[in-house]
């Protein structure tokens, strides 16, 4: 199992960075989960990256917050068969390619899911923004089994301990304490930006 980070504030070289998160993930199928805040860069970088917008299956937007689903009308300009996932797709833990699950909107206000990827050795659950709170993504993830690794973005998460036992810790776009948790879990901790490659 593959994740590509495609989009996030911070990119490396040769990438374009924007306020925003995307990732592909390459289980059984390719799938996008959230496309930035804009389709322009989002292009750019799936086309620098080698990943062929057409070769996509599904898209999965975790909220509708424009720095989430800004690149969709452009991406599917380019892929209009790829299916689409909204925010209020599902109301509890649903399957939607061969191991991979959304955990069905949560949160009040702002309704959020959040990918579950089995990984082999436990599943790596993928958020957005995780308007929800952390800490209640986790707890619905575990629905769904042990967690080896939480990657995107932890918005104002600070229940830090709720992270303990977790392998994997790879925070981005518009995590907050992002310094504490690694100062916590150094050993568990990951940098990912645009361009980051996690193979599990
Ligand atoms: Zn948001
Ligand atoms: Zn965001």
Redesign the pocket.
Known sequence: MKITIVYDNEANAGLKSGWGFSCLIEAKEKILFDTGDSGENLIYNLRQLNIQPESVVAVVIS?N?W??NGGLKEFLRLNNNAKVFHPMSFLKPTEISKGVHSTGALGGL?K?QSLVVNAGKGNVVIT??A?PGLENIIERSRELGAIYGVLG?F?SFSKFEKLKGIKLIAPCH?TEYSQEIRAMYSNKFREIKAGSIIEI
């Open positions: 909220h917050h720095d989430h702002i959020e957005g923004c308007h973005g918005h518009c």
